[in-house]
């Protein structure tokens, strides 16, 4: 295991974590080191800019939808042949599911992963009071390791000086700054940050951010001891072929979670809803989350790939689509504009864009059989969009809290939830066993 890791933390969310840890990856790659990146929180766009700096792709570490545990041997395994590990925390330091607690925040991600906190200080506008708040962040929690302070949007190098005197007298040091500049600006779009393959960081500005981090006083502040990496199981052979719908439209997923599959026996058969003639031939079909919206005509414009879904759902074989899945799988999707885009009419709803946020984790309980889950299992999950259903449920697959939500019917689960299908190998295992029966 890699004998360097940290945790990247900021006071807020838009503090230029991403940005900053990608400048690190950039610069630490370019020297000829492996590092292994990481994203704290169930986050699907962050990850794609910090897989294109490293490298090497971006797994995501949730101690919500994750034992701790499992939490610690994902890490473990992904970290055993990198030189550094790098995690990008989440909001701020100690945000996590209430403000009473820093339950399931980036603080409870480092000490579950024994691992040093370095802080991200937007000093724009600031320099004596960047020691206040950087001081304040490693006073709240004693317990937590903070190695040091990187700045981020410095005005000039007199600038930095005069936070680094600042930060000097709380015994905090300062491991570089990263300048102002607009070529470091990431642009974004109602979900967050757009990803990197259609807008990617500048390169050049990546390295030249990385050129004023102090990257050798980085890695000597973060050595740690390595965790125990538990041995893998040897790989399941191939079982069913599951199709993976993977293109513009459809691209969040949970590297781990795909990995659990393709463990137990999967065989992940990529296609494009956007593309494609038809679904491939499988014994289940999986639809992650995505921008169906963003590209809401020119998946209703492809019907032979909906009549496709639409007889692979008739077959019996199982379905299970989230968030954007379920927008797809509906009869109708309402854009931004209102415009009404035929979808694949699998699952009898119809969504729409509101422009209101939900947000947030969620414990749910199963009321029906579905591909991933007997009736009165638990399921935690993580919902964000901006889109809704235009009725209430008709065949809910989850009682959030005394709410129905989604659509379970049959070998179909739709859902706005997004599950972590490594949280619990019985997820992975109902649905592979389900995908045999149908074959």
């Given at each position: 295991m890699?004998?360097?890791?940290?945790?990247?933390?900021?006071?807020?969310?838009?503090?230029?974590?991403?940005?900053?840890?990608?400048?690190?990856?950039?610069?630490?790659?370019?020297?000829?080191?492996?590092?292994?990146?990481?994203?704290?929180?169930?986050?699907?766009?962050?990850?794609?800019?910090?897989?294109?700096?490293?490298?090497?792709?971006?797994?995501?570490?949730d101690s919500f939808l994750l034992p701790e545990e499992t939490l610690r041997t994902l890490f473990a395994r992904a970290s055993a042949d990198a030189d550094v590990s790098v995690i990008e925390g989440v909001m701020g330091l100690f945000d996590g599911r209430d403000p009473t607690s820093d339950l399931h925040s980036s603080a409870h991600l480092a000490r579950t992963l024994d691992c040093p906190v370095v802080l991200v200080i937007d000093a724009g506008g600031m320099a004596r009071t960047v020691a206040a708040v950087a001081a304040g962040l490693r006073d709240f929690a004693p317990d937590l390791h903070v190695a040091g302070v990187i700045l981020n949007r410095v005005g000039s190098e007199r600038h930095a000086q005069l936070c680094e005197a600042a930060l000097a007298q709380v015994g905090l040091p300062v491991l570089g700054f990263v300048p102002r500049t607009p070529a470091?600006?990431?642009?974004?779009?109602?979900?967050?940050?757009?990803?990197?393959?259609?807008?990617?960081?500048?390169?050049?500005?990546?390295?030249?951010?990385?050129?004023?981090?102090?990257?050798?006083?980085?890695?000597?502040?973060?050595?740690?001891?390595?965790?125990?990496?538990?041995?893998?199981?040897?790989?399941?052979?191939?079982?069913?072929?599951?199709?993976?719908?993977?293109?513009?439209?459809?691209?969040?997923?949970?590297?781990?979670?795909?990995?659990?599959?393709?463990?137990?026996?999967?065989?992940?058969?990529?296609?494009?809803?956007?593309?494609?003639?038809?679904?491939?031939?499988?014994?289940?079909?999986?639809?992650?989350?995505?921008?169906?919206?963003?590209?809401?005509?020119?998946?209703?414009?492809?019907?032979?790939?909906?009549?496709?879904?639409?007889?692979?759902?008739?077959?019996?074989?199982?379905?299970?689509a989230e968030c954007g899945g379920l927008m797809y799988l509906s009869e109708h999707l309402e854009d931004e504009r209102g415009d009404v885009h035929a979808m694949c009419g699998v699952v009898p709803y119809r969504t729409r864009m509101t422009g209101r946020l939900t947000l947030g984790y969620r414990d749910a309980r199963a009321l029906a059989d579905t591909p991933l889950a007997p009736a009165g299992a638990p399921v935690r999950a993580h919902e964000f969009h901006y889109s809704a259903l235009t009725h209430a449920p008709t065949h809910p697959a989850y009682d959030v809290n005394g709410t129905p939500e989604g659509y379970a019917r049959g070998n179909v689960l739709a859902s706005y939830l997004h599950l972590h299908l490594a949280a619990d190998p019985a997820f992975v295992e109902r649905f592979l066993t389900e995908a045999e029966r149908a074959r």
């Open positions: 890699s004998p360097h890791r940290f945790l990247i933390a900021a006071p807020h969310s838009g503090s230029g974590k991403t940005t900053v840890t990608s400048a690190i990856l950039a610069g630490l790659r370019a020297r000829g080191l492996r590092v292994q990146p990481f994203k704290a929180g169930p986050d699907y766009l962050d990850p794609t800019h910090l897989s294109r700096a490293a490298g090497q792709a971006a797994r995501n570490l470091l600006g990431l642009p974004a779009r109602h979900l967050g940050l757009l990803a990197a393959e259609t807008h990617p960081h500048d390169e050049a500005a990546l390295l030249g951010a990385a050129a004023t981090l102090h990257l050798d006083a980085l890695l000597a502040a973060t050595t740690r001891a390595p965790l125990p990496t538990p041995a893998r199981t040897a790989r399941a052979d191939a079982r069913v072929r599951v199709a993976l719908a993977r293109d513009e439209a459809f691209s969040f997923y949970y590297w781990d979670a795909l990995d659990a599959l393709e463990q137990a026996g999967a065989d992940l058969v990529p296609f494009s809803p956007l593309r494609d003639e038809r679904v491939p031939d499988a014994d289940a079909l999986l639809i992650g989350g995505g921008y169906p919206e963003a590209h809401a005509a020119a998946l209703a414009a492809n019907a032979g790939m909906r009549a496709s879904v639409q007889a692979f759902a008739a077959s019996g074989r199982p379905v299970v």
